[in-house]
């Protein structure tokens, strides 16, 4: 079990602590009934707080939301087109795979032909 | 989402919709505030995801990006980042979106530190993560980071001192 350092700090107050976070927690909790580190943990996580107020976030508004809808819409319909439609059916994965069954028989067949021509 | 069936159009509505809002803060971010310009390449990212089938089942068996989110931020940081690109692109501030005061020190930031403050504090990616969507080691990112939020205050973050030793 080691101490935490400066970066285990941070990322405790900053509640994205790695892969020893449970360790790192109960330390921290056990050192936390210390007065100045309880002040310390209060200074960094002011620190924190006044950076992120400067961080800026957005959410997307309602135009956004209809181009969404019809990005759907169109990826949907290019999918069953790819899927079902006979001018699309090239780029479907069952033709591939008939493709692939139709190479199957004819090698067979090439290979029956070559097997008889070799018994006479 | 499997290949083989596909899910009707209200449930990946659904699932573009919350990877939308996931994802529209950090293109926005990463483009220096511009919106007309971020949306698109944020619409790109999300076909690429609905392409690639990054929009999987869950736990709760509803669709969602949740397993290739670093895969989605990813995207849409290839699609914006400057070296693709002729000229670094500058802030746009006060172009679309309507900011604050307290929000022009941050767009003064350059890209990379800009993106990796923002998925830190507002997304809280671990820095392996951040690594992972920006492409570069996670000692870079932690520096870069650091430096942005030194920046931001105008000093060091505060610390204990006796963590600045390695016990």
Redesign the interface.
Known sequence: MRMPDRNDLIDYVEDTAGQDRDVQRRILHMLASSQVMRESMAELKRDLYLISAQVPDYAPDASTGAELLRLSQTWIQLVYERKFSLRHFHRSREFYGLMLALGGVTLLILGMIGFSLMGK | MK?ES?PP?KT??HA??NA??DI??FA??CHG?A?WSA?PDM?DA??LG??SFWFVDGVDGQLSHREFREELFRAVWDKCKESGREKPMPARIGTE?P?GH??M??YHLPQLPRAA??L???K???Y?SIALVVGGSEGVV?SEVEKA?EF??GRR????EW??D??
């Open positions: 290949q596909l159009i990946v509505y573009l919709e939308a809002v529209y803060g926005v971010v505030g919106t949306e619409m999300l076909l609905l392409e979106v900011m307290d929000e020190a941050f403050l923002y830190r504090t507002k809280r990616f671990s392996a932690r939020r931001l205050l973050v505060r610390a204990m963590s600045e390695n016990f």
